[in-house]
């Protein structure tokens, strides 16, 4: 009813149409693409630049730029997912929780919430991947933990504002519990900011793990992911630029189709849910 | 003096389009009035009839909003010619607006620049148009204020809106409009947002304005009471059409268009119940609904709702550590009964605590004091447990808002049949066959079942409320400004319905409202509330037609009649800004005394708003 | 006055919960101080004397409390890496970085906000489009993205400013603003990206509002409603998001600073965590969230400034 208007905008069918070919990539590449494609070596062709037989170039170790940025598109896509996913699960009954009671849950709840917020995130992510030891699961936990604030601030907002609607209140003299209500009809009604903000969170993730990636606090090898194909390519920039241009273009396009769609998303669900006017 | 001389204004064959989702969308079409000086012109409809679309026009303020003018003609005679303000460029539009043409709208809260000075916004205008310096234009700012009555006007200058009042703010605005002395004034409903006595005084100055100045006034408003009271002629739009025009007292005592018609017979007129003993639906054109009066009720002499001494405070927090520091006394010492199958009305202007004293009836607001007993039954002493099983199964409420007051994410059926499940009121097939039921009975098509909210208008949505209200069969319904978000023409027909169930189902209604016409056609007592307390109490008939409190007497001399024979704006009201109900801690409110001046007509005895909290 | 005491109070409360978190996070690490000192393969029975110094095997609360108590009579112990006192490092290195997060958020608002007022003027236009476009492309590339280009073109290719080092102010200014120069347009560039998107949705939404309407029924010149009327109504809320980004820069710098090797609060920080020096993690973390948390406190007294409503309530 209100999702279908997101595609009629042309940022929006733009953003899907570039969402959905990385998701496909993510998917569809390691199935059939054989994974030695991108790690066989060919030192003889190491460094080089676009050919007909390397499209995209080589990397350093004279590995196929192109099916190395298609089969690290899973990693970097899976790690975001998680992540995002995992700072929904903890952040979506924080917010809710917090919003629907109000007072003093509220107000220590959020005091807590706040007070993370104080921490960049990246620095948060950085400091937990590097407690925890560095490596794919942990990156996914500490993008997740670094998320998980600023999400739960805005659930909790909008269930703040959802919860003092005329409908919550009618619906609570309609005899409902405290489940009920907050099921029924707090939760339907926070869904559409919930899924602008995971979209976006979604870009930022990425973004996060092509950073820690970067530093040498994300992914680790032999797993392959964007981030660490430009950490890798930090040593050649000037022989090879494209090695770190590849890689950085592939980020860069799925950022920016997340974050079309996403705004798009937000367009359209943004004036129905304040009001139908 | 009018219609000798060539019109100020002259619309001819308006069309305004807007851009739309899937292609053009028109706003008015074929719209032609004229304006003479001096005149006031009302236009008037319901929303969506393209009468602010009109006056936006004239100013070229709808290209803004997205609209443009495609075709028609807005003559408007300047410096002796007639020039079309369809065809202007920027800079004549520039040097017309606040110059020749004043504008004033809506909402006082947000007219004003909330970063800038009084004087500052005051000021700019009369710069730009007449070259002002600072102090001469500051010296002109300060005469304005006075010349629309703004108490301490030089205060007033330094301050910023947020620190004014509503009235004040508008009182600011029409000054604004007035700098350049312009030779027309354009009201677009200037004062729906405002209390009935604050818009008694905006309309009185207005009209004074008026005559002082010789100018004409294009007054946009959809209250026929208030094109009754002001117009010298009217101009009637429906759906961006032209209905009807005319001189004011042929429209309302000949109208000749079916849909005139239609909307004056759902006008409620303040005085036409004058004799009557019970509520009477109204007369609508184009139904066949019986118009007998509502047959009382055998009236069970014991009173179903009692209401007594009831007291809620809410606390303000502010200060360190955001400790309580005051309180604000929303209902102070309240009682009150509602028999059986009866309708009592709580009237008031906003923040007399109307709302408040039906949430807290229902336990949505806890109340800080007093004893509320629902058939003998202790309401306030429930737990909360029982309140949901017990309580809430003979009392609902109808919100004002019909858009906000159903979940946008769940299907009509499912909201109706929420309450009956949960009360345990039916099971198994019995509880489609109840919705349907009730579907039918607040006369919703049983298609629309399946619905969700957003594809329904305010007056239906307001029938699912009712509906779902009914589901339960309470003995009592607090309608909270059930009627007062709605168009004229459904408000009507809500207000029928709701006397209809009433008579089938012997319902009791506290009606909550801050319309005098609608209240008298509606109830059989009344409650008139003014600073959380209540001032007087008795049948309609006492309250309507023998009114004892200053407050009650002053609140129905402001209502507007809708009745051009029987004008009463007069400039000589009082400016009473109405006292801040917060009051300190621990302060001693003394309990209400009342003065029985007939039988069940009390009049509150303590002085109110005069033992308000020093600032 | 009592909005400045609450917030005071608040930022109070708030920089204890920080120490709290940084020395609770800081020590899940496993390995610990000692461990660095002598080296892996040390002893283990020097080990555990050690321990015993500095007093590791304490209760965790005793620790926090020494540590807190360190800080607040100055002595924020010593780097393990370093092998510095902590505070005077952290001063030289928050000055680096300061002059980074300062040079960046001023080339930021100087071009985000009239090009956002602009775009927000055009709305649903080809000026519009244009704008939007270029800020959404620009929020997408990641910072060390715009960093490695710049580099590429601006010292590699073209070879006019330096790609790496810092150098103190005060020693030599000059040289301090071209080391400081590309490093802050690779922050500056994703931020000017953001807040041109966020002025443009604040302008619109404050284009909207009626008061702009009775500023042109006043017959008011459409640039004065524009950029008098309009945007001092949106100094206060861009005013907010930058400074919410103020600690998204604070994040940002440690990759930036690494990539063109500038020594500042985020180079520190990252040699701290590779390095698993605890005390300048526990120190270098904890300085970060308080000066993000302050810049935050700033921007709301400043806001009082900007809004009367605030001000006079």
């Excluded at chain 1, 979604?202 to 090898?221: D, R, V, W």
Aim: proline share 6%.
């Amino acid at each position: 009813m209100k999702v279908p208007a997101a595609f009629r905008n042309t940022k929006g069918i733009v953003g899907a149409v570039v969402v959905l070919t990385v998701l496909a990539v993510a998917i569809l590449a390691p199935l059939l693409i054989p994974a030695d494609w991108a790690t066989r070596m060919d030192m003889r062709a190491r460094l080089s630049a676009p050919t007909w037989a390397h499209p995209l170039g080589t990397d350093q170790l004279g590995r196929d730029l192109m099916f190395r940025v298609l089969l690290g598109a899973q990693t970097s896509i899976f790690i975001a997912s998680a992540a995002v996913l995992m700072s929904i699960v903890i952040g979506l009954p924080l917010g809710l929780v917090s919003g629907y009671m109000g007072k003093t849950t509220d107000n220590v709840l959020m005091r807590l919430v706040d007070t993370l917020l104080s921490f960049p995130a990246l620095l948060l992510a950085l400091t937990i991947s590097a407690v925890l030891g560095p490596n794919l699961q942990n990156t996914i936990i500490a993008i997740g933990i670094a998320f998980t604030p600023f999400l739960a601030r805005i659930i909790r907002g909008e269930a703040l504002r959802v919860a003092q609607m005329p409908y919550v209140e009618a619906a609570r003299t309609a005899g409902n519990s405290d489940l009920r209500l907050i099921t029924l009809h707090i939760l339907p009604n926070i869904m559409p900011v919930v899924i602008v903000q995971a979209t976006i969170s979604l870009a930022f993730a990425i973004l996060a793990e092509a950073g820690l990636s970067f530093l040498g606090l994300g992914t680790q090898p032999p797993d392959a992911s964007w981030g660490l194909m430009i950490q890798a390519s930090r040593d050649y920039l000037d022989r090879a630029p494209w090695t770190a241009l590849v890689p950085g273009a592939a980020v860069a396009l799925t950022v920016l189709g997340l974050n079309m769609f996403g705004d798009a998303l937000r367009d359209a669900l943004d004036p129905r849910t304040r009001g139908e006017a | 003096m009018v219609g000798d001389q060539t019109p100020l204004v002259s619309i001819d064959k308006l069309r305004v389009e807007f851009r739309g989702e899937d292609g053009p969308i028109v706003g008015v079409e074929d719209i032609s009035f004229s304006i003479a000086p001096g005149e006031t012109v009302c236009v008037v409809g319901e929303s969506g009839s393209g009468k602010s679309v009109t006056s936006l026009s004239l100013m070229r303020l709808v290209e803004f909003g997205g609209g443009r003018i495609t075709s028609g003609r807005l003559g408007f005679s300047l410096n002796g010619k007639q020039i079309d303000l369809a065809q202007a460029d920027t800079q004549t539009m520039q040097a017309i607006r606040g110059d020749e043409i004043g504008m004033i709208f809506q909402e006082p809260m947000t007219s004003l620049n909330p970063v800038f000075t009084i004087e500052r916004q005051m000021t700019d205008g009369l710069r730009v148009h007449r070259g002002l310096s600072r102090s001469a234009a500051r010296a002109r700012a300060l005469e304005l204020l006075q010349q629309v009555r703004i108490p301490e006007p030089e205060q007033r200058l330094k301050q910023y809106p947020h620190e004014l009042s509503g009235g004040m703010r508008q009182r600011v605005v029409i000054a604004m409009a007035m700098a350049c002395e312009p030779r027309l004034l354009i009201a677009d409903e200037p004062t729906t947002a405002l209390d009935v006595t604050i818009q008694a005084e905006i309309l009185a100055l207005i009209d004074r304005l008026k005559r002082e100045t010789g100018m004409a006034v294009l007054f946009i408003t959809h209250d026929m009471a208030v094109v009754a009271q002001m117009a010298d002629r009217v101009v009637v739009m429906y759906r961006g059409n032209l209905v009807e025009e005319g001189p004011v007292e042929r429209i309302f005592a000949d109208p000749q268009e079916e849909y005139t018609r239609k909307l004056l017979a759902a006008v409620p007129r303040l005085g036409e119940m004058r004799g009557k003993s019970a509520p009477e639906p109204m007369r609508l054109v184009g139904e066949t609904a019986s118009n007998a009066p509502v047959t009382p009720i055998d009236v069970d002499p014991k009173p179903l709702l009692q209401v007594h001494n009831l007291t809620t405070r809410y606390p303000v927090k502010g200060g360190l550590f955001r400790r309580t520091i005051a309180n604000v006394h929303a209902v102070e010492d309240v009682s009150f009964d509602i028999p059986r199958g009866q309708t009592l009305a709580l009237v008031g202007e906003s923040g007399c605590g109307k709302s408040s004293c039906g949430r807290s009836i229902l336990r949505l607001s806890e109340p800080t004091s007093g004893e509320v007993l629902l058939d003998q039954t202790d309401i306030l002493a429930l737990s909360s447990r029982d309140l949901r099983r017990r309580a809430w199964r003979d009392m609902q409420m109808v919100f004002q808002d019909p858009f906000a007051s159903l979940n946008p994410y769940m299907r009509l059926r499912d909201q109706v049949t929420e309450p009956i499940r949960n009360f345990g009121i039916h099971t198994g097939s019995a509880v489609e066959d109840r919705v349907s039921e009730l579907f039918d009975r607040v006369e919703l098509p049983r298609a629309f079942m399946s619905r969700f909210p957003h594809e329904l208008s305010g007056g239906q949505r307001q029938r699912i409320a009712i509906a779902r209200a009914l589901a339960v069969n309470p003995k009592l319904i607090i309608a909270d400004e059930a009627v007062s978000a709605l168009d004229v023409s459904v408000q009507a027909q809500v207000l029928n319905l709701m006397m209809e169930l009433q008579a089938e189902l012997g319902i009791s209604y506290l009606f909550i409202s801050h319309d005098m016409a609608v209240v008298e056609r509606i109830a059989h007592r009344v409650g008139v509330m003014y600073l959380g307390r209540l001032v007087e109490i008795g049948s309609r008939q006492q309250i309507f037609e023998n009114p004892q409190h200053s407050y009650t007497k002053s609140l129905l001399s402001a209502v507007p009649v809708a009745d051009p024979t029987k004008r009463n704006i007069h400039d000589d009201l009082n400016f009473r800004p109405i006292p801040s109900p917060v009051f300190p801690l621990g302060y001693k409110s003394k309990p209400s005394t009342y003065d029985e001046v007939a039988p069940a007509h009390l009049v509150l005895q303590n002085e109110v708003g005069l033992d308000a909290a020093p600032e | 006055m009592s909005y400045i005491l609450n917030r005071v109070f608040s930022m109070m409360l708030t920089l204890f919960l920080i120490s709290a978190i940084t020395f609770a996070v800081t020590n899940i690490l496993p390995g610990d101080v000692a461990m660095m000192i002598m080296g892996t393969q040390s002893n283990p029975e020097a080990l555990a004397g050690l321990r015993e110094t500095l007093g590791l095997n304490d209760p965790l609360l005793m620790q926090y409390g020494r540590w807190i108590g360190g800080m607040l009579t100055g002595d924020w112990g010593s780097s393990l890496v370093f092998k510095e006192p902590i505070a005077p490092l952290l001063l030289q290195k928050m000055t680096a970085s300061g002059l980074l997060v300062l040079f960046s958020m001023t080339i930021a608002l100087a071009c985000a906000v009239p090009l956002g007022v602009w775009a927000a003027v055009h709305a649903n236009r080809w000026q519009d489009t244009a704008a939007s476009s270029t800020a959404m492309l620009g929020v997408s590339l990641p910072d060390f993205f715009w960093g490695i280009m710049l580099i590429l073109l601006f010292a590699r290719g073209l070879g006019w400013l330096p790609s790496s080092g810092f150098v103190d102010p005060a020693d030599d200014l000059g040289a301090a603003i071209r080391h400081a120069l590309l490093p802050s347009l690779a922050l500056g560039l994703g931020l000017m990206a953001h807040l041109t998107r966020m002025t443009r949705a604040t302008m619109t939404g404050i284009l909207k509002q009626e008061f702009i309407r009775v500023a042109r029924a006043k017959g008011l010149k459409e640039s004065t409603v524009v950029w008098r009327y309009g945007l001092a109504n949106a100094v206060g809320p861009v005013m907010t998001v930058a400074g919410l980004q103020v600690g998204y820069l604070f994040g940002s710098i440690i990759v930036i600073e690494s990539l063109f090797n500038y020594t500042g609060m985020g180079w520190l920080t990252y040699q701290a965590l590779l390095n698993r020096d605890i005390p300048l993690i526990q120190a270098s973390v904890f300085v970060i969230a308080a000066v993000v948390m302050l810049a935050n406190l700033l921007v709301d007294l400043l806001y009082a400034v900007v809004d009367p409503r605030i001000r006079l309530s």
